[in-house]
């Protein structure tokens, strides 16, 4: 045993008190408290995704010809295919809804302010890519929702000025939904998209560990010690979060399986057309104001998000006052429930 592990030390010379110091960050105390546990989760479920993703992958087809035919064969047919399609769905559920929370709890502590600019730019890119990935899978299935869903979104993109058209032609690949679309939203989801996902997780892991988590001090910390070690002991923490999860996602699997649509009808545009939850505050926003300012005031929020530590500094000069941008916040939070509920609840 001693000269398989002196072998490998020579070829691969990491001493152990190197690779400790790299693990062993301590870590602030108040990481103790769950919701710091929240960038961990989306980093999690982005394993399963992956890897739930990957056995779809074997059987999915992505033609219009044989996509719908491949999912209930993966539905109905393949041994355990209903269970890993259900997991990768409620999935995706968890893991839009697990980077939204981490944001609010970055956003509403202040987590982005100097030295963490940067790093909110990285997760700004995170999130568009989560989300670009929950749109293409949708419309994977093609399912009428499926194939809707993406008419209306390319429709959308083409109304953004001077560049929509070459977006919707990029993203369809023709003028309109054609052969050639399905497997560009696959390479986009399966290949794309996730890359640049773990390139930019690693952009974001490594200014974090560069950085180390922003300090908070509590008033009920009643530890005497102000940080704890990396590993294990939070390691137990994000550990014990992604069991819990894991049942959880097992269980909707089991009680709640993903269902299957009426197949894909170019010629029947269906009487409601929905997108994902996590779209609906942006549908509800494009029905309020319609034409070029809906996409234009989405554009600009969306850039506001970005610049938002630019923002926020300036707010606070102007404003002489450290928390404008909680209420800031609780007022965005509200209008985004307010709206995805509005969205839910009616049917047009
Ligand atoms: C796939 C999505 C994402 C993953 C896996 C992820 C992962 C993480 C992890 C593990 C941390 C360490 C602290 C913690 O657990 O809270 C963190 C911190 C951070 N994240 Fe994310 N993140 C994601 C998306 C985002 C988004 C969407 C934003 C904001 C736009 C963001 C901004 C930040 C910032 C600024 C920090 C530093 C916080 C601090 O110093 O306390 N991240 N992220």
Known sequence: MGFVVDWIRERVPIRGDQL????????????????????GTPAYLFVVQIVTGILLAFYYSSSPQTAYQSVRYITDDVTYGWYFRSLHKWGATFMVAAVI????????????????????????????CTLGVGFTGYSL???????????????????????GPVLKEMLLGGDAYNERTLSRFFILHAAI???????LLAIHITLIRLQGVTEFKFEDDAATEDHFNFFPDHLYTEVIAGLVLMLLLSALATILPATLGDRADPLTTPEVIKPEWFFYVTFRWLKLFSGTFAVLS????????????????????????????????????CLIIGMTVYEAAVAH
């Not at 202040?110 to 568009?128: Q, S, T």
Request: hydrophobic share 50%; glycine share 8%.
């Open 20 to 39: 400790r110091e790299l693990t062993n960050e301590p870590v602030p105390n108040h990481l103790k408290r769950w919701w710091f546990c929240l960038g």
């Open 101 to 128: 929370l981490h944001q609010m709890r970055v956003y509403f502590t202040g987590a982005y302010r100097k030295p963490r600019e940067l790093n909110w730019l990285v997760g700004m890119c995170l999130l568009l």
């Open 141 to 163: 299935v093609f399912e009428q929702l499926s194939y809707w869903g993406a008419t209306v979104g390319a429709n959308i993109s083409d109304t953004v000025p001077l560049v």
């Open 193 to 199: 998209l996730p890359g640049t996902m773990i390139l």
């Open 298 to 333: 989405m554009g600009f929020i969306v850039l506001a998000m970005f610049l938002w530590p630019w923002i926020d500094n300036l707010l606070r000069r102007v404003t002489r006052r450290e928390d404008a941008s909680v209420y800031i916040g609780i007022v965005a939070v």
